[in-house]
């Protein structure tokens, strides 16, 4: 089936992961501890601490620095106590956002993450604001010039919710989370190697950005929860047209 372009947004995000490298590290070693914490450090039992581990190896991350974060939320090692914490809200233009945190100030996170909202014309909400627009999902995305027969195939047979090829002829698979990993290993094991991999909330009523002034500002609350120590990720029901992201740059 026909989609909506994607590939500009997934460059976007691959971009600002590598310019961020130092703090994708912290961000990637504190959802280890956390996975680990609660589900144990055996990662062949623990499904979200595999994938946790997955995207360090993807991130280049060392495997010693791996184990330490992994033992250390087991209880292996002393660390800082953290915690999960979730916040809503809206933004510019009534785009619907969440913020998954980790922290170990709960006082200090929503201090950083109010002024984010209210300095870039958004407001944060209470919870459930706006949770109902999102489902929890996976997502495995191919580039353009991937083997489209091959991957649905393969996504069928794999349990895959949905395929959908994009006018720019990337593909994205949709997965129930508890299916994602064992999707993604089947698509490797057959030689397809996702260029992006997550489980992430996808919205389910998306805002069209077609006005570049729009999306600058949706995409500067972005830019500055992201930034932010203590998010781990924001989501949001922005669909930024590629035109305009081509013309941001």
């Given at each position: 089936?026909?989609?909506?372009?994607?590939?500009?947004?997934?460059?976007?995000?691959?971009?600002?992961?590598?310019?961020?490298?130092?703090?994708?590290?912290?961000?990637?070693?504190?959802?280890?501890?956390?996975?680990?914490?609660?589900?144990?450090?055996?990662?062949?039992?623990?499904?979200?601490?595999?994938?946790?581990?997955?995207?360090?190896?993807?991130?280049?991350?060392?495997?010693?620095?791996?184990?330490?974060?992994?033992?250390?939320?087991?209880?292996?090692?002393?660390?800082?106590?953290?915690?999960?914490?979730?916040?809503?809200?809206?933004?510019?233009?009534?785009?619907?956002?969440?913020?998954?945190?980790?922290?170990?100030?709960?006082?200090?996170?929503?201090?950083?993450?109010?002024?984010?909202?209210?300095?870039?014309?958004?407001?944060?909400?209470?919870?459930?604001?706006?949770?109902?627009?999102?489902?929890?999902?996976?997502?495995?995305?191919?580039?353009?010039?991937?083997?489209?027969?091959?991957?649905?195939?393969?996504?069928?047979?794999?349990?895959?919710e949905d395929v959908i090829v994009n006018h720019?002829?990337?593909?994205?698979?949709?997965?129930?989370?508890?299916?994602?990993?064992?999707?993604?290993?089947?698509?490797?094991?057959?030689?397809?190697?996702?260029?992006?991999?997550?489980?992430?909330?996808?919205?389910?009523?998306?805002?069209?950005?077609?006005?570049?002034?729009?999306?600058?500002?949706?995409?500067?609350?972005?830019?500055?929860?992201?930034?932010?120590?203590?998010?781990?990720?924001?989501?949001?029901?922005?669909?930024?047209?590629?035109?305009?992201?081509?013309?941001?740059?």
């Amino acid at each position: 089936m026909a989609g909506h372009s994607k590939w500009a947004n997934i460059k976007r995000h691959k971009a600002k992961q590598d310019s961020k490298r130092a703090k994708l590290y912290t961000k990637l070693i504190r959802e280890i501890t956390v996975a680990a914490k609660l589900g144990g450090a055996d990662a062949d039992s623990n499904p979200r601490l595999r994938a946790a581990i997955d995207a360090a190896l993807d991130g280049n991350m060392s495997r010693d620095v791996i184990d330490r974060a992994a033992k250390r939320g087991a209880g292996g090692m002393e660390g800082e106590n953290v915690e999960e914490v979730r916040y809503e809200g809206y933004g510019p233009h009534g785009v619907a956002v969440i913020v998954d945190c980790m922290t170990n100030n709960r006082n200090r996170t929503v201090a950083e993450v109010r002024h984010a909202f209210t300095k870039c014309g958004g407001n944060l909400g209470t919870d459930g604001s706006v949770a109902y627009l999102f489902n929890k999902i996976g997502q495995i995305t191919f580039a353009p010039g991937a083997d489209e027969e091959r991957v649905m195939e393969l996504a069928l047979e794999a349990g895959a919710e949905d395929v959908i090829v994009n006018h720019d002829q990337s593909i994205e698979v949709t997965v129930k989370p508890e299916t994602f990993l064992h999707l993604k290993k089947a698509m490797q094991l057959a030689g397809l190697q996702p260029a992006h991999a997550e489980v992430t909330m996808a919205a389910t009523m998306q805002v069209s950005i077609a006005d570049k002034e729009a999306a600058e500002k949706v995409m500067r609350l972005t830019d500055m929860l992201e930034d932010l120590d203590d998010v781990q990720e924001v989501y949001t029901n922005a669909d930024v047209t590629e035109e305009v992201l081509n013309e941001i740059g």
